[in-house]
């Protein structure tokens, strides 16, 4: 049986893992390598990278810290966070990433997602997708969140999917940061709109808000950073409390 | 010395990676003479079957692979490419496995990715594997399960997670990304007699 992913999100600027990381037995808590390779041990399913990194300049050091990732882990992983073109996503693909994801430049260039898919094919494209409710209806907004767009969340991800979209990574940025919970109903919504994978995102706070998104909506992973970075929630109660509770997880 | 296929597909860099991480030396090449005197040779792959095929019989590697005589492992697309027709692109592919690869139902999501159980395991590719493991699969397209079957997977329908005959073995999933698992099926092929 196919199995619900659990994974960790790290969020990149100039190299380093910014958020404040707080795990012990690390020799360099702000490595994304060292961090990612505690993932993988603690049993992490994939990993998604995330360069905030201002400056385009700054960004060249991005394919050749996917290369050092790429050759510590054994797990897939996602890389995401200015990918602009056919050959920004080609230089970390080429550096060893498995998925690329795309956001902003998505909605400005619908037909990135569909040069991407034909490039390096659909298993390779995660459109990410940062969703709000406005007045009762969810809509796609860009640029970190900040800029309101004219698409409805739910036509938008029906269009990605014709595309060639290989997944969608759902972030509902009423949920993000609350520690209240996936938001179920927007989740729920996508999942059954569209036949491609969904990562849920935003607000899980508790092992209990994992259950949830797994029992109540399609969603095949459940993506955070905060609680695993601080070490609230390690993976390995996070997996044996999903276990107890039937739902389908990698175990080992 | 490990011989990994140089070809228009994505990932070979990560099964690099996967076995030179396992102490292994190996080349990413499509040099005739290196990948016939190879001690194995992987065939990996993420891509897309007719433009691969297209590549492979431009470079004239088609012939060089099918006529490989040690131990040779294809991956995901590798495999798909090593059977006989692919649907996808109603592409021609390489014939080392007769049989068909065919495009999921789309009843439930495709791809199908994530980590998924494999069972009925035979041959030593998979020696110190426990039945229902899990391993990581991507893809859209499957092999039926048949008389070379030696691991099946259920998603939307059973079918090969694994194949072998003679000394051509090819997964669909990805060992190379399927951490502590992947990497003993990996070391299993590697340690093969040639």
């Given at each position: 049986?196919l199995?619900?992913?659990?994974?960790?999100?790290?969020?990149?600027?100039?190299?380093?893992?910014?958020?404040?990381?707080?795990?012990?037995?690390?020799?360099?808590?702000?490595?994304?390598v060292?961090?990612?390779?505690?993932?993988?041990?603690?049993?992490?399913?994939?990993?998604?990278?995330?360069?905030?990194?201002?400056?385009?300049?700054?960004?060249?050091?991005?394919?050749?810290?996917?290369?050092?990732?790429?050759?510590?882990?054994?797990?897939?992983?996602?890389v995401?966070g200015?990918?602009?073109?056919?050959?920004?996503?080609?230089?970390?693909?080429?550096?060893?990433?498995?998925?690329?994801?795309?956001?902003?430049?998505?909605?400005?260039?619908?037909?990135?997602?569909?040069?991407?898919?034909?490039?390096?094919?659909?298993?390779?494209?995660?459109?990410?997708?940062?969703?709000?409710?406005?007045?009762?209806?969810?809509?796609?907004?860009?640029?970190?969140?900040?800029?309101?767009?004219?698409?409805?969340?739910?036509?938008?991800?029906?269009?990605?999917?014709e595309?060639?979209?290989?997944?969608?990574?759902?972030?509902?940025?009423?949920?993000?940061?609350?520690?209240?919970?996936?938001?179920?109903?927007?989740?729920?919504?996508?999942?059954?709109?569209?036949?491609?994978?969904?990562?849920?995102?935003?607000?899980?706070?508790?092992?209990?808000?994992?259950?949830?998104?797994?029992?109540?909506?399609?969603?095949?992973?459940?993506?955070?950073a905060?609680?695993?970075?601080?070490?609230?929630i390690p993976?390995?109660?996070?997996?044996?409390?999903?276990?107890?509770?039937?739902?389908?997880?990698?175990?080992? | 010395?490990?011989?990994?296929?140089?070809?228009?597909?994505?990932?070979?860099?990560?099964?690099?990676?996967?076995?030179?991480?396992?102490?292994?030396?190996?080349?990413?090449?499509?040099?005739?003479?290196?990948?016939?005197?190879?001690?194995?040779?992987?065939?990996?792959?993420?891509?897309?079957?007719?433009?691969?095929?297209?590549?492979?019989?431009?470079?004239g590697?088609d012939?060089?692979?099918?006529?490989?005589?040690?131990?040779?492992?294809?991956?995901?697309?590798?495999?798909?490419?090593?059977?006989?027709?692919?649907?996808?692109?109603?592409?021609?592919?390489?014939?080392?496995?007769?049989?068909?690869?065919?495009?999921f139902?789309?009843?439930?999501?495709?791809?199908?990715?994530?980590?998924?159980?494999?069972?009925?395991?035979?041959?030593?590719?998979?020696?110190?594997?426990?039945?229902?493991?899990?391993?990581?699969?991507?893809?859209?397209?499957?092999?039926?399960?048949?008389?070379?079957?030696?691991?099946?997977?259920?998603?939307?329908?059973?079918?090969?997670?694994?194949?072998?005959?003679?000394?051509?073995?090819?997964?669909?999933?990805?060992?190379?990304?399927?951490a502590?698992?992947?990497?003993?099926?990996?070391?299993?092929?590697?340690?093969?007699?040639?």
């Open positions: 049986m199995k619900k992913r659990i994974i960790p999100c790290l969020d990149i600027k100039d190299g380093r893992t910014v958020k404040g990381v707080n795990f012990i037995g690390l020799r360099d808590a702000g490595d994304p060292e961090l990612a390779k505690k993932y993988v041990v603690e049993g992490a399913d994939e990993l998604v990278f995330l360069d905030i990194t201002a400056t385009l300049e700054k960004r060249k050091t991005l394919a050749e810290m996917v290369e050092k990732i790429a050759a510590a882990i054994n797990i897939p992983f996602t995401g200015g990918i602009n073109s056919v050959e920004d996503a080609s230089a970390v693909i080429k550096a060893g990433a498995d998925k690329v994801s795309v956001n902003s430049s998505a909605v400005k260039n619908p037909q990135l997602v569909a040069d991407l898919a034909a490039r390096f094919g659909s298993q390779c494209v995660v459109v990410a997708v940062d969703t709000r409710n406005v007045n009762g209806t969810e809509k796609v907004f860009v640029s970190g969140g900040k800029i309101e767009t004219e698409w409805e969340t739910l036509d938008w991800v029906k269009k990605v999917e595309l060639g979209a290989g997944e969608i990574l759902l972030t509902s940025m009423d949920g993000d940061g609350t520690k209240a919970g996936f938001k179920i109903d927007i989740t729920k919504a996508v999942a059954d709109a569209v036949n491609l994978p969904i990562i849920a995102s935003g607000g899980a706070g508790t092992m209990e808000h994992f259950a949830e998104v797994f029992t109540q909506t399609k969603a095949s992973g459940g993506l955070a905060s609680i695993f970075h601080f070490g609230e993976i390995p109660t996070l997996k044996n409390y999903l276990k107890e509770q039937n739902i389908p997880i990698r175990w080992k | 010395m490990i011989a990994i296929i140089k070809y228009n597909a994505g990932n070979v860099k990560s099964v690099y990676n996967a076995v030179t991480r396992l102490g292994y030396e190996a080349v990413i090449t499509d040099d005739f003479e290196t990948l016939q005197n190879a001690d194995k040779v992987i065939f990996p792959g993420v891509g897309e079957a007719s433009s691969a095929m297209t590549y492979l019989k431009e470079k590697l012939e060089v692979i099918k006529n490989l005589k040690q131990p040779t492992l294809g991956i995901c697309l590798g495999q798909q490419l090593m059977c006989a027709f692919s649907e996808e692109g109603n592409t021609d592919c390489l014939g080392i496995f007769p049989i068909q690869v065919k495009l139902p789309s009843t439930e999501i495709v791809p199908h990715m994530g980590w998924n159980t494999i069972y009925d395991l035979k041959t030593p590719l998979f020696n110190g594997i426990e039945e229902n493991s899990d391993i990581y699969y991507v893809h859209s397209f499957y092999c039926e399960n048949s008389e070379y079957t030696i691991a099946s997977t259920n998603y939307i329908l059973e079918y090969s997670a694994a194949l072998n005959k003679d000394n051509f073995y090819a997964t669909q999933f990805h060992p190379e990304k399927s502590g698992i992947g990497e003993q099926i990996l070391k299993n092929f590697l340690s093969l007699k040639t």
